[in-house]
């Protein structure tokens, strides 16, 4: 079986790249450079030339904030390159597993675990585009499987644990707030999920949409105390405050806990508390 996964330099292709190395069958990593998937044409042909049967989808715009201003950007890449990827899927038969956001779900007060079924409402250009692109691959009716996640850190790329690592140690005082609350998602942990659906043959036709995230709750803020306290980051001040004290162009999810009933019921997948994740994943910082 030959696999593409795209936007392989980032967080989340990083780790099914490091993954697959055990696999028996034939992955193809690919990023913007060697197959810019907003072309088309290029990645028609990519899949029928190296005759795909799965694609992997962990390309995207990401900067949520910047999406404000380039919105058309984002859109080529979250939604008009996922439908290319759709039709090529639909043309050669095979499965997207593209991933998704929590984003979709934008700024309504939830105070329960939002299951994959809820209403979509994205309040910013990000998670509009992105759920576009949801809709793009249901219009081209492939196989498929869509994964919404959030609060995705690894020790590959940008991300709030790197930050945190690099930002606290130097002693003063940080703000981080504490009414945006959610469940961190450990890269390696998806990538897993990703690496088991595509290596079992069953898991392929379970066609829809599935939410994954670690297990647990917390703040930003709960976050960085636990990062900082896992690390052994001495003398670091870190106080909760409003999101309002740091303005930005998005509203951002107040509350986006994902219910994972459905996810582990299908791929009887066994997920970790984030505290637990956030262990392994600063070892791998250290190793
Ligand atoms: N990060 C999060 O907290 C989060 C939360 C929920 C969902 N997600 C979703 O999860 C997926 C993976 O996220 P991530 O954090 O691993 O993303 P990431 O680290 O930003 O990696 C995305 C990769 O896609 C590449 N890319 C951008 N445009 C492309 C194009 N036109 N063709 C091919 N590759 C392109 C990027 O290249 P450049 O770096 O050169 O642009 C980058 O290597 C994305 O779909 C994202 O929307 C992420």
Known sequence: MNILVTGSNGQLGNHVRLLSEGSQHCYFFTDIDDLDITRRDAVMNYV???????????????????????????????????????????????????????????????????AEEQQTNPTGAYGRTKLHGEEAIAEVGCRSIIIRTGWLYSRFGKNFVKTMLR????????????????????????????YDIVENEKYRDANGIYNFSNEGVCSWYDFACEIARQADLKGCQIEPCHSNEFPSPVVRPPYSVLDKSKVKKTFGVKIDHWTVAL?????????
């Open 167 to 194: 930002v606290l140690p130097d002693g003063g005082l940080r703000k981080v707030v504490f009414d945006q609350v959610g469940t961190p998602t450990y890269a390696g942990d998806l990538a897993a999920l990703i």
């Open 279 to 287: 262990g392994r994943m600063l070892k791998t910082m250290n190793a």
């Open 48 to 114: 029928l030339t190296n005759g795909i049967n799965v694609v992997v989808n962990c390309a995207g715009y990401t900067n949520v904030d910047r999406a404000e201003e380039e919105e058309a950007m984002a859109d080529l890449v979250n939604n008009q390159a996922v439908r290319h990827l759709a039709d090529a899927m639909k043309v050669s038969g095979g499965t997207l597993i593209h991933v998704s956001t929590d984003y979709v779900f934008g700024g309504a007060l939830y105070n329960r675990p939002i």
